[in-house]
């Protein structure tokens, strides 16, 4: 079956503009979480979703970063007024139970 | 909080070489422990497990771990690695579940790259 997918892949905008990242997760899983890697590093969570209740977000650097994923099923992660700082590449990542996360391929942020 | 830790950034082996990759973490409570593995252009893929029962754990591509409480390990080794396995790896670890609610958060190492030569 279809597996985790993201949109976009890669992504190029300028510093101050507001960008928007979404996941289409497998289908029926009930919790979403959004990592975001940093050039040679490991993923870092950002915030996770239960169903549509948003229940961790204590992982979004700061407010210019929101969620929401208002029918429980895509996800938008959205960074206001981007910052350079703010290029990574963010991952998104799907599970039926929390055990197992199925990783999506990633959308690629760049910000000039 | 929890930490985990990648004692080595690049592992450099040849062709039907054993390799291991080495996995350490912190954590005040019980965790679970996680393998995976990320190709060139292509999204994490889980490779083995630990969630509970016997601590040698075995994954796809002829991976294996084991876990270690009292080193507070989770290792990764291949009896004999192929150029296929040339990837980046990443140990995670997640609390246990408190009260039955699933969570999950991951928290990963930095990586290991794995380059095997022919």
């Known amino acids: 079956g279809a597996g985790v997918s993201q949109s976009p892949r890669y992504k190029v905008t300028k510093r101050g503009q507001d960008v928007a990242l979404r996941c289409d997760p497998i289908?029926?899983?009930?919790?979403l979480y959004w990592y975001r890697q940093a050039l040679g590093q490991g993923p870092e969570f950002l915030t996770y979703f239960n169903y549509e209740a948003q229940q961790d977000k204590s992982g979004l650097p700061n407010d210019r970063f929101s969620a929401e994923r208002p029918e429980g099923s895509i996800s938008t992660l959205t960074i206001q007024r981007t910052e350079q700082r703010d290029s990574a590449m963010y991952r998104c990542?799907?599970?039926?139970?929390?055990?197992?996360?199925?990783f999506g391929p990633g959308t690629r942020l760049t910000v000039l | 909080a929890q930490s985990v830790t990648q004692l080595d950034s690049q592992v450099p082996v040849f062709e039907e070489a054993p390799v291991e990759l080495r996995c350490n973490y912190s954590s005040s409570v019980s965790v679970y422990l996680f393998w995976y593995v990320q190709y060139p252009n292509q999204g994490l893929q889980l490779l083995l497990k630990y969630l509970s029962g016997s601590t040698l754990v075995k994954g796809i591509n002829g991976f294996e771990a084991e876990f270690n409480k009292s080193q507070t390990s989770f290792h990764l080794r291949k009896p004999s690695v192929h150029i296929s396995d040339t990837a980046e790896y990443f140990c995670?670890?997640?609390?246990?579940?408190?009260?039955?609610?699933?969570?999950?958060?991951?928290?990963f190492g930095q990586g290991t790259i794995l380059t095997v030569h022919p």
């Open positions: 289908s029926g899983h009930v919790s």
């Open positions: 995670a670890v997640s609390d246990l579940w408190a009260g039955g609610t699933s969570y999950g958060k991951l928290t």
């Open positions: 990542a799907s599970s039926p139970t929390g055990h197992e996360q199925f």
